[in-house]
């Protein structure tokens, strides 16, 4: 949840320090006083793009600071980059004349591109024509999924679909190439070349080994001769340590489980000098002589040349010739092999997209008969609303092409979501659907910007209560004309404007009981008369007891 806002310099905000409460927050105040810019600020803060025309007249640059609770879905991100965090997530932006703009969290710079991602599905700022996301029918299937948990259902279709994809791609490369003779000839050339030359990867860590061994040959038979002379020689390392074994062999339990001890360490170190003696060796073993090392290992370096690839690689070529040279001379076969494994894995995927699109079938009912029953709590009586289907060949999102689709008024046909006309029912109706799928997503927040201009009486205490309702399970801000709406709200908000002589600057506070019943007074009817007051304190406890307050 957002916390706390402080705003300065920007637009004809000279100073603002706004704290916030959970559930339903509430604003009110003159047309042009400033309500949507406080909205504004915030949607800057979060996503917007560096714009100095928002700096506020006479200043040099605008400062937006947000406290922000640190919800779980962060902490990933977080982490990733390395941001310390306890309870609260501080995000200052500020934007300077100068283009020397700053976006901060927690004292860290980050990019505009982390911060939409940190935020962008998890705050939503719904205006009345922001319906963008909702109307668009490609994420009316996403939507229907998320309703019915479909999670499982499309992980397993992907990978059923992935698998089919990838071998039907292998497929189409298989029809396309074909190789002539001269080709046929060069691979078989290359592949006879790797075949002799027997790689292996680790010989030729071997090789590389002894090859730095002989060249230094002088310097490790001189060590490891000495070495072993001050072990075997009279007077040596190992005649010592026998004599200092027979020299303890006395009849103390203390002094013989020390004695055992040592004599196991002289078998341990016999057993290393005997490593040491065999590596001495080989530097007189004329099977291994360093001109053949030297061959074998030019033979590696050419090859790896020749091809631009490393040991492995040339492995894996070798590999790659033998089944190109296989499919060319019998191609027939390997075509019908890969035909049958797709046609295998394109009935696994049908099987896949057929259990997913009996869920979403099963589910779609469902979800429109929620989606009806918000519409009416929404005075929108007439409504029906209808998911449809249209079956198609698999995708990546199976095999349902999915539209939401409505109807307002009655003996009015269905039509696409997308192509109902704007205005105070398409509001509501907005406020019905994300009253649906806010319930079901990740959102911390929606921000409700005058979505409902054109409605009054009961409607108006209706989106309030509707709002109310989002509220329970995340943090509701929203501006409003209606005294109805504002009823409804845990915590109401006044914005005004002051004029001096130079300016006009906007100003906020939180209202008390008696200031909260004042103002719904007036905005009911533009009057603070004892009438319009008991009208208001009437009008103010319905609606709070209509939302369980």
Not at 317 to 332: S, T, V, W
Not at 472 to 483: F, G, P, S, Y
Not at 507 to 528: P, Q, V, Y
Request: net charge negative; hydrophobic share 35%; proline share 1%.
């Amino acid at each position: 949840m957002l916390k706390s806002l402080y705003i300065k310099d920007y637009a004809i905000i000279d100073e603002l320090n706004i704290e916030f409460n959970e559930g339903f927050n509430v604003f009110t105040g003159e047309t042009g006083a400033g309500k949507s810019i406080i909205v504004g600020a915030l949607s800057y803060l979060i996503r917007g793009k560096a714009d100095p025309s928002i700096i506020r007249s006479g200043s040099e640059k605008a400062v937006i600071e947000g406290v922000f609770s640190v919800e779980e879905y962060m902490k990933d991100a977080l982490n990733e980059a390395e941001i310390d965090y306890d309870d609260d997530l501080i995000v200052r932006r500020v934007i300077s004349r100068d283009n020397r703009n700053t976006i901060k969290i927690n004292q860290c710079t980050v990019t505009l591109n982390y911060l939409i991602q940190l935020f962008d599905e998890h705050i939503d700022i719904h205006s009345q024509k922001d319906s963008q996301y909702l109307l668009n029918r490609k994420n009316h299937l996403r939507l229907l999924d998320q309703y019915a948990g479909n999670e499982k259902l499309n992980a397993d279709y992907r990978l059923k679909y992935e698998d089919y994809r990838r071998a039907a791609k292998e497929y189409e490369e298989l029809v396309s190439h074909t190789y002539n003779d001269a080709e046929l000839d060069y691979y078989r050339f290359d592949l006879d070349e790797l075949e002799k030359a027997q790689l292996d990867l680790n010989e030729e860590e071997d090789l590389q080994k002894k090859e730095n061994r002989y060249k230094s040959a002088e310097k490790y038979i001189s060590s490891l001769s000495n070495a072993l002379s001050l072990f075997d020689d009279d007077g040596g390392i190992k005649e010592k340590l026998s004599i200092l074994t027979k020299e303890i062999s006395i009849e103390d339990d203390t002094i013989e489980q020390v004695r055992q001890n040592i004599q196991n360490l002289y078998y341990s170190l016999d057993d290393e000098v005997e490593k040491l003696r065999s590596i001495l060796g080989e530097f007189s073993d004329e099977d291994l002589n360093i001109e053949w090392i030297e061959e074998r290992l030019y033979l590696y370096s050419r090859l790896k040349r020749k091809h631009g690839l490393d040991t492995e690689g040339l492995i894996a070529k070798k590999n790659e010739l033998k089944q190109k040279i296989a499919f060319f001379e019998d191609r027939d076969y390997v075509l019908n092999e890969k035909k049958q494994e797709i046609d295998r894995l394109y009935a696994l995927v049908l099987e896949a997209g057929q259990k997913l699109h009996d869920s979403r079938e099963s589910k779609a009912r469902e979800l429109e008969n929620r989606i009806i029953a918000q519409t009416e709590d929404l005075m929108l009586n007439n409504v029906r609303f209808a998911i449809q289907f249209e079956k198609t060949e698999p995708t990546v999102n199976g095999i349902d092409d999915v539209e939401f689709y409505i109807s307002l008024n009655k003996g009015e046909e269905l039509k696409p979501l997308r192509n109902v006309a704007s205005g105070g029912e398409i509001s509501r109706l907005m406020l019905a659907l994300k009253t649906v799928f806010t319930s079901l997503s990740d959102t911390t927040m929606v921000i409700f910007d005058e979505i409902d201009t054109g409605v009054s009486g009961k409607t108006a205490l209706a989106i309030g209560q509707k709002m109310a309702e989002i509220s329970r399970k995340t943090q509701v801000l929203t501006i409003t004309h209606l005294a109805a709406v504002a009823a409804c709200a845990d915590v109401h908000f006044y914005i005004y404007k002051q004029d001096d002589e130079a300016n006009s600057k906007t100003g906020i506070r939180k209202l008390s009981h008696d200031e909260i019943i004042n103002e719904l007074a007036f905005i009911s009817s533009t009057d603070n008369s004892e009438s319009a007051i008991k009208a208001a304190e009437e009008l103010y406890q319905t609606a709070q007891e209509s939302v369980g307050r």
